[in-house]
């Protein structure tokens, strides 16, 4: 009898671990509508980067915004979406003067922030890597 309840407790306690470790990761949502400023070319004034996402499942799509030179907002369709638990990865690919640029972006969600590496290439042809915060908007009331 000490022995079968023992097993109980055990199976009730796995259960319980798995159900809190499968809720954490369900909980890791993208979707939303998330904005962070990066600075603008040549050292000009920060410029507002909007990119709105949308999780189903392990994949995600969405738009990411940004001011173009005329001030006009240019939208550019997100590939390549993955989100696996609380990491997140896509890339954008844009076009400016005849030239097809593009810019993986890997992050981990944490709550209503995710944290990064944005992978751009650079002037000379190389890779460089810089770091982005992107904070989840809110609802306004």
Do not use: C, H
Not at 5 to 21: E, G, K, N, Q
Not at 48 to 57: F, M, S, V
Not at 80 to 99: A, P
């Amino acid at each position: 009898m000490q022995r079968r309840l023992s097993y109980l407790l055990t199976a009730a306690v796995i259960s319980l671990a798995t159900f809190a470790l499968t809720s954490a990761a369900q909980a890791a949502d993208v979707t939303g509508t998330w904005t962070w400023s990066q600075q603008g070319r040549q050292g000009s004034d920060p410029v507002k980067i909007t990119l709105k996402l949308k999780a189903e499942g392990e994949k995600v799509t969405g738009t990411l915004s940004r001011p173009g030179r005329d001030g006009a907002s240019r939208d550019t369709e997100i590939k390549d979406g993955k989100q696996k638990g609380d990491e997140i990865s896509f890339v954008v690919t844009q076009e400016r003067g005849g030239n097809t640029f593009t810019t993986k972006y890997n992050g981990k969600l944490s709550g209503d922030s995710i944290k990064g590496k944005i992978e751009l290439p650079g002037r000379d042809g190389n890779t460089r890597q810089v770091d982005w915060e992107a904070k989840r908007e809110t609802a306004k009331k």
